[in-house]
């Protein structure tokens, strides 16, 4: 039910998109591996105004005025406690458009009402992607949907998301404070596991919490207080432990005041953009971690990934980076080629499973051939055409790096939001 109301088959659609541009893009100014900053800026402006056309041309003024009307019913039969009927006029308006966030969020409130809450999670998640997390009642109602399967801790943040959208929202205040009190003997239970497990380390040891989504981000500032001065803990895995973007600011303190944490796996936690700009805080004069996971983190290419290459420039540590199943692309490769100019340290980096194509795959080729220490750069699930592979390859011969494009299944998704 989850997949056919709330994820449309548009899987492949992107990047069969970004090829056909790249074919056009090799049309018009030739296959090279660079252009002058003159070209880039023309080519994105003219990609821009194609794209914009595409959008219009497949959503019609007629059918975004029938999903408008269907939208308008559903919200009539929804007053009138017709939750039914109510979830299959907002599902037929889907047909006429799939980017209305409104419409997924109104799903979840069918949902809700009809107990259904694992198909309210999944539409709030998709009006949120829609929205870039802007969304207040998708925040709110995912934050109720929450409530309703006891997880109390990711529907205080839910709540906590609709304070700093509307400070004013009374109602979300109270729903705050109520699952703050019930997350206080889930958090003691938490800190005395963690005080207990640390205690019981040898030196060099690793601390594997993965998967235990009651962590959240009060869990990790437990721990941020924990091993901030601690000496034992080499290896630390977090990965799908819910810590969302507000543990970014925990992470950091403990890669900055930390002085014996090698390996940090905090994978498929929703940290997003705005969480790694608060890790990379820690990252700055961090001299001790070699392997970093931040695959499956919903960073998308902004600003985050971009001051993260940045740092790295400077860094004398970090050898393995994964940045796989990230919503990131051109800007991001961009970033990194710059990086590998510069940066003597870095090994392995997997851009696996993102959104990169041919043209990010250039731009990283062009300056992993200037970097004498970088050995793999992963790229599986792209959609690469095989005559780049194949010149890429020819380019790498006789170099120290090379380019990954076996193909490796997708690692299982985390949260988004």
């Known amino acids: 039910f989850v997949e056919s109301l709330v994820f449309p088959p548009e899987k492949g659609e992107g990047m069969l998109v970004a090829i056909n541009r790249i074919k056009e893009r090799e049309e018009k100014y030739g296959t090279r591996v660079t252009y002058t900053p003159e070209e880039v800026k023309r080519m994105r402006a003219e990609e821009a105004a194609q794209f914009q056309e595409e959008e219009e041309e497949e959503e019609p003024a007629a059918e975004l005025q029938l999903a408008a009307e269907l939208k308008e019913k559903g919200n ?17 308006s ?28 999944a539409a709030c998640d998709r009006a949120l992607s829609l929205t870039k997390g802007k969304h207040v009642k998708a925040w709110f109602r995912r934050g109720t ?11 205080h943040y839910d709540f906590r998301e609709v304070m700093l959208l509307e400070p004013d929202n009374k109602l979300a205040e109270k729903q705050k404070a109520e699952m703050r ?3 206080r003997p889930t ?47 080499a290896t630390l895995n977090l990965s799908n432990c819910n810590l969302r973007s507000y543990s970014g600011d925990q992470l950091a303190t403990v890669l900055h005041d930390n002085k ?88 392995t980096i997997s851009f696996s499973h993102t959104l990169m194509a041919a043209d990010s795959v250039w731009r990283l080729c062009s300056s992993s051939t ?18 780049t592979k194949t010149e890429v390859a020819a380019k790498l011969r006789y170099k120290r790096c090379q380019f990954n494009f076996d193909p490796t299944p997708k690692p299982t998704t985390g949260p988004l939001f």
Not at 145 to 155: K, S, T, V, Y
Not at 260 to 281: F, H, K, P, Q, Y
Not at 373 to 386: K, W
């Open 260 to 347: 014996r944490v090698t390996s940090l796996n905090i994978s498929c936690n929703a940290l997003r953009d705005s969480g790694l700009i608060d890790l990379c805080e820690g990252l700055m004069n961090n001299t001790t971690l070699v392997d970093l996971n931040i695959a499956n983190n919903n960073i998308d290419d902004d600003k985050g990934t971009q001051l993260l290459a940045e740092i790295l420039q400077d860094n004398h540590s970090l050898q393995n980076l994964d940045l796989s199943s990230n919503p990131v692309g051109f800007q991001t490769a961009s970033a990194f080629a710059r990086c590998f100019r510069v940066n003597k340290r870095l090994e």
């Open 370 to 387: 200037q970097n004498e220490n970088l050995q793999q750069v992963h790229f599986s699930g792209l959609t690469i055409p095989e005559n």
């Open 181 to 183: 009190q019930k997350l």
């Open 76 to 92: 009539t039969l929804f007053k009138a406690e017709e939750y039914e009927l109510s979830l299959r006029c907002y599902r037929d």
């Open 187 to 233: 958090e003691q239970h938490i800190e005395q596991t963690f005080k207990d497990h640390i205690v019981q380390l040898p030196d060099y040891s690793e601390l594997n919490y993965s998967h235990r989504k009651d962590i959240g981000p009060h869990g990790a500032m437990l721990l941020r207080e924990i091993l901030r001065t601690n000496d034992t803990v």
């Open 94 to 121: 889907l047909r006429c458009t799939t980017r209305n966030p409104d419409i997924f969020s109104n799903i979840a409130a069918c949902c809700l009402k009809l107990n259904r809450h694992q198909d309210a999670l």
């Open 145 to 155: 949907a929450h409530r309703m399967l006891d997880d109390f801790n990711n529907a």
